[in-house]
């Protein structure tokens, strides 16, 4: 059984920062964790970075310049470094494949407060 653990979120003021985790356990394909996901309060989920198979990185238009996705093979552990935190950066984030294959974990409640 595939799970997915998110961790490090919490609340912050206006343009500080915060790095998330992602673990994955299970017999899976652990590097086909690739992407990083959110939730704004009352929106639906949005896909905010992913690592292409070519190991290039794409982010959203509303995180680029503020966000970086990384990976750590020898850990199994997927990052997602958030920097200038805005307010409407508030959601619970999300790790998956891209395209959301597996089941979805808990989430990390990231807040900003302004």
């Known amino acids: 059984q595939v799970r997915l653990v998110e961790s490090g979120g919490g609340l912050v003021q206006a343009g500080g920062s915060l790095r998330l985790s992602c673990a994955a356990s299970g017999s899976i394909f652990k590097a086909s964790i690739n992407a990083w996901y959110r939730q704004p309060p009352g929106k639906s989920r949005e896909l905010v970075a992913r690592?292409?198979?070519?190991?290039?990185?794409v982010y959203a238009d509303s995180v680029k310049g503020r966000v970086s996705i990384s990976r750590d093979g020898a850990k199994n552990t997927l990052y997602l470094q958030l920097n200038s935190l805005k307010p409407e950066d508030t959601a619970v984030y999300y790790c998956?494949?891209?395209?959301?294959?597996?089941?979805w974990g808990q989430g990390t409640q990231v807040t900003v407060s302004s």
């Open positions: 998956n494949t891209i395209g959301g294959g597996y089941a």
């Open positions: 690592i292409r198979s070519d190991g290039s990185l």
